[in-house]
């Protein structure tokens, strides 16, 4: 089930889903990196922000991994946060280039490229915003789901994630089309 707030711009128009907010999508992802990312300042790939990001949005996925590695389930969140796609390289959401761009336009993250590799980091501006949210009553379960990806995955890279994560949920994710809705 995913989460949906009814907003509606216009009166007699179509209700937004939550999942249509780009806001909540740049808090969460801002939220990751804050929380998830080494030293709580950066992560590094863009492979692994996703993975990461994969297990914030799909709790009962985050659930069967933390069992699959010896742990009780570690997720009090029972529902889909917002839905991704099978992409090439596992669970992918098109507007991660929307969103990110919009993060490092606000100043709140800093992306660096390095070889092949995007890096994310959290900048002074981006910490005192992830704060506040962090703080804030709506966001409580996200940042303590966060906070167990990250004692139990940080320290994987994103092939590891992604190896993981298609040797765990072959039927779910593995075997979907590539553009097809995680589910």
Request: charged share 30%; glycine share 8%; proline share 2%.
């Amino acid at each position: 089930m995913k989460s949906s707030i009814n907003i509606s711009l216009e009166p007699n128009s179509i209700p937004i889903a939550a999942d249509d907010i780009a806001e909540l999508h740049a808090a969460r992802l801002l939220l990751l990196i804050n929380i998830c990312g080494v030293k709580g300042e950066k992560i590094e790939g863009l492979t692994k922000l996703a993975k990461l990001d994969f297990f914030v949005r799909y709790p009962g996925f985050f659930n069967r991994i933390a069992v699959q590695l010896g742990k009780k389930e570690l997720s009090k969140i029972g529902y889909i946060e917002s839905s991704m796609v099978r992409h090439h390289y596992g669970p992918w959401d098109k507007r991660y280039y929307h969103i990110l761009a919009y993060l490092e336009s606000r100043r709140l993250i800093k992306v660096e490229k390095k070889k092949k590799t995007y890096n994310f980091q959290i900048t002074n501006i981006g910490k005192l915003k992830a704060g506040i949210l962090i703080e804030q009553k709506n966001f409580k379960n996200l940042v303590l789901q966060m906070k167990e990806i990250k004692k139990l995955l940080g320290r994987k890279s994103g092939s590891q994630l992604k190896n993981l994560i298609y040797e765990t949920f072959d039927l779910e994710v593995k075997q979907l089309k590539h553009g097809d809705i995680i589910g």
